[in-house]
């Protein structure tokens, strides 16, 4: 089943400790993609990669960090977690950078920090 | 620049009647448009999108969307609402350039129907 996934779906931590979420997909995608989902602001991205070891910074990047060594995976790491990072994180990919193709998402990460 | 405005973050309708939820954007670029759905727990699904060609795009489950240039809008239609279409729904677009292909998303519409 063509899928991404990632784990922890659920997790609640404390300020400072380093954490990471993994995220892997099974579509052989190119591009690959974090957001955040907050209420009344809708989805934000954090990072993207295009290709391997091709990544980038989206809206809102500040306290992330990502990695790309491998196609299908695409880590989010919290290097010193904040509760402003409090927050659903979902993983999504694509075949390709292109516009038209369809974002496939993760069933999300739901993050609290304390 | 892009960005996308979702007018109403909570919408209620009874079960039969039309839904319409409404999506305007704003693109320095024709836009590529997308509307998305979230069910309680679970990641988003495409519902369905516009890129070129027929302004009127059909989607799954009964929705359907018309981009309309002049108005800056993609509001999405289902003529009658089933339970089932009870979710939190994401109106999103992206300025097509090269090498920046980042997709904006509206707040989000949580829609409600009524028995």
């Known amino acids: 089943e063509a899928q991404v996934t990632q784990n922890p779906r659920y997790l609640i931590t404390v300020t400072g400790k380093k954490l990471t979420v993994t995220c892997s997909q099974n579509?052989?995608?190119?591009?690959m993609s974090w957001y955040r989902q907050d209420p009344g602001l809708g989805l934000r991205q954090i990072y993207y990669?295009?290709?391997?070891?091709?990544?980038d910074k989206g809206d809102v990047p500040e306290g992330y960090k990502v990695s790309r060594k491998e196609k299908r995976n695409f880590p989010l790491i919290l290097e010193s977690p904040s509760p402003n990072q409090t927050s659903l994180y979902f993983c999504?990919?694509?075949?390709?950078?292109?516009?038209?193709?369809?974002?496939?998402f993760g069933p999300g990460t739901r993050l609290t920090v304390l | 620049a892009q960005s996308v405005t979702q007018l109403g973050s909570h919408v209620s309708v009874s079960e039969g009647a039309l839904v319409l939820l409404r999506c305007n954007y704003s693109?320095?670029?024709?836009?590529?448009l997308f509307w998305y759905v979230q069910y309680p727990n679970q990641g988003l699904q495409l519902l369905l999108k516009?890129?070129?060609?027929?302004?009127l795009v059909k989607g799954i489950n009964g929705f359907e969307a018309e981009f309309k240039k002049s108005e800056t809008s993609f509001h999405l239609t289902k003529p009658s609402a089933h339970m089932s279409d009870a979710a939190e729904y994401f109106c999103?677009?992206?300025?097509?350039?090269?090498?920046?292909?980042?997709?904006?998303f509206g707040t989000g519409t949580r829609l409600t129907i009524i028995p």
């Open positions: 693109s320095s670029v024709p836009p590529y």
């Open positions: 999504a990919s694509s075949r390709t950078i292109l516009s038209y193709n369809e974002q496939f």
């Open positions: 579509m052989n995608h190119e591009y």
């Open positions: 516009y890129t070129t060609g027929a302004t």
């Open positions: 990669s295009m290709n391997v070891e091709v990544t």
């Open positions: 999103a677009v992206i300025s097509p350039s090269f090498g920046n292909e980042k997709l904006t």
